[in-house]
């Protein structure tokens, strides 16, 4: 399997687009590996998760090529990871093919309702959703097919009005756990989690080596926690890739300063057109 990032930015963007704070300004003079865009990543070939108001950037300079996508998977319906007008452009006039388009949508009943009301809005001919995005909603805890892979959505600790998730995504013997937006994991999701043996973990860390600022997210000290106990329950091992990712501009993440902190205790810390195949 293999995971490309073309987002690793919290919900603001690194740097952020209003601010005149010091990181974000020396971010401003390094760029490259320190701009980060809200997030996204893709499994494969076929497959994305979450889909931001930065997808159309991401297409013109970080190589996404949403003709190869089929399917997306949304963690939960925050505009840094859903951004419902973004989907509209996919019917003519604003795209043309020379072949059937369908992309399958799968998420919460809050991610459907805010495609549904776009759709609505922007379509009220209803073409989008009957013959260009297919809306399946996800229960927590179910486990579903998406293509060749099986997924199993479940609950992240991140925003209680509506049900966010985790997704463990297995093909062919590979197991990758999708872990944000969320805070520690509830004991409920990790006697979930215990039943999977993991290849790549991918974590949120929004307070970069800080915990305790922002509620529903995690830091480092919290991902090696996440870690710790993964390794002492079996449900990684020394072969389990970690990945730390969902940064805030805040916490200064300079790539070139974060990279030897994360590594030092065990995680890859995430850049936009990073890959990691396991
Ligand atoms: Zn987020
Ligand atoms: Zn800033
Ligand atoms: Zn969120």
Redesign the pocket.
Known sequence: MKLHFYGTAASEGV??IF??????KK?RALGGKNYRFRTCAQVDEGLLIDFSMDGYAQTLCRGLDLSAIDHLLVTHSHEDHLFPLGLMQIKPPMAYYDRERHLDVYGNGMVMKKIREMADAFNPEGEILRDYLGLREVSPFETFSVGDYRVTALPANHDKREDCFIYVIEREGHTLLYGHDSAMFAEETWEALGRFSFDCVVLDCTMVEKTGIFAGHMGLPDNIRVRERMLAEGMADAHTRFVATHFV??QNPVHERITPIFAEKGFIAAYDGMEVEF
């Open positions: 740097p952020a601010c005149e704070c010091a990181y974000c971010i501009h805040s």
